[in-house]
Antibody
Framework: EVQLVDSGGGLIKPGESLRLSCAVS????????MCWVRQAPGKGLEWVGR??????????DYAAPVKGRFTISRDDSKNTLYLQMNGLKTEDTAVYYCTHDSSGYYSFHYWGQGTLVTVSS | QSALTQPASVSGSPGQSITISCTGTSSDVGGYNYVSWYQQLPQKAPKLMIYEVSNRPSGVSNRFSGSKSGNTASLTISGLQAEDEADYYCTSYTSSNTVVFGGGTKLTVL
């Protein structure tokens, strides 16, 4: 059974940093392309970014609102995905989900349970 | 990249069929057969219902079907059931090698 477990959320002040983690089991993580998707309270879903497998170059892509502030990385030895969030803004308040991009064209077959990040002074 | 356009809400009675539209451009929906649909129950993570326009993942009821014409994709739910009441989101791969979500549609089963 594939499981994605998100963690690391919390209450943080504007301008500060936070790192989210996503522990993955049940699939070959080193071959997996992974994404982060977020959902602000009462709002729709928004893609945050993606990291390809190292075998595919390990490159990252980001949505415009987070580019230059957020960094996605991976530790294949720990089967864990990370989202480093710097310079947080109040508009970054959301539930953050990690997802598995099953096809390379953003088909998200598996999702974490989400972790809430609240940015507030 | 602008969000794909979905109706804010749709409704139907049990047993009926409903269709949710998802309109984009030739740079996303119209240009690729990589449209997905997700169901989100309250306080839950989204669940993939349709991928690559019309494919159902294992375990998803065949009451759910997807199609596309031009720049508009559609999700049809037949034989509507109370448990189908949820928010539904479409996504599409884009020419920028990113993904764009629709704004979401709230389905109410009357």
């Amino acid at each position: 059974e594939v499981q994605l477990v998100d963690s690391g959320g919390g209450l943080i002040k504007p301008g500060e940093s936070l790192r989210l983690s996503c522990a993955v089991s049940g699939l070959t993580f080193s071959d997996a392309w992974m994404c982060w998707v977020r959902q602000a309270p009462g709002k729709g879903l928004e893609w945050v970014g993606r990291i390809k497998s190292k075998g595919s170059g390990g490159t990252t892509d980001y949505a415009a609102p987070v580019k230059g502030r957020f960094t996605i990385s991976r530790d294949d030895s720990k089967n864990t995905l990370y989202l480093q969030m710097n310079g947080l803004k109040t508009e970054d308040t959301a539930v953050y989900y990690c997802t598995h991009d099953s096809s390379g064209y953003y088909s998200f077959h598996y999702w974490g349970q989400g972790t809430l990040v609240t940015v507030s002074s | 990249q602008s969000a794909l356009t979905q109706p804010a809400s749709v409704s139907g009675s049990p047993g009926q069929s409903i269709t949710i539209s998802c309109t984009g451009t030739s740079s996303d929906v119209g240009g690729y057969n990589y449209v997905s649909w997700y169901q989100q129950l309250p306080q839950k993570a989204p669940k993939l219902m349709i991928y690559e326009v019309s494919n159902r993942p294992s375990g998803v009821s065949n009451r759910f079907s997807g199609s596309k014409s031009g720049n508009t994709a559609s999700l049809t739910i037949s034989g509507l059931q109370a448990e189908d009441e949820a928010d539904y989101y479409c996504t599409s791969y884009t020419s920028s090698n990113t993904v764009v979500f629709g704004g979401g549609t709230k389905l109410t089963v009357l």
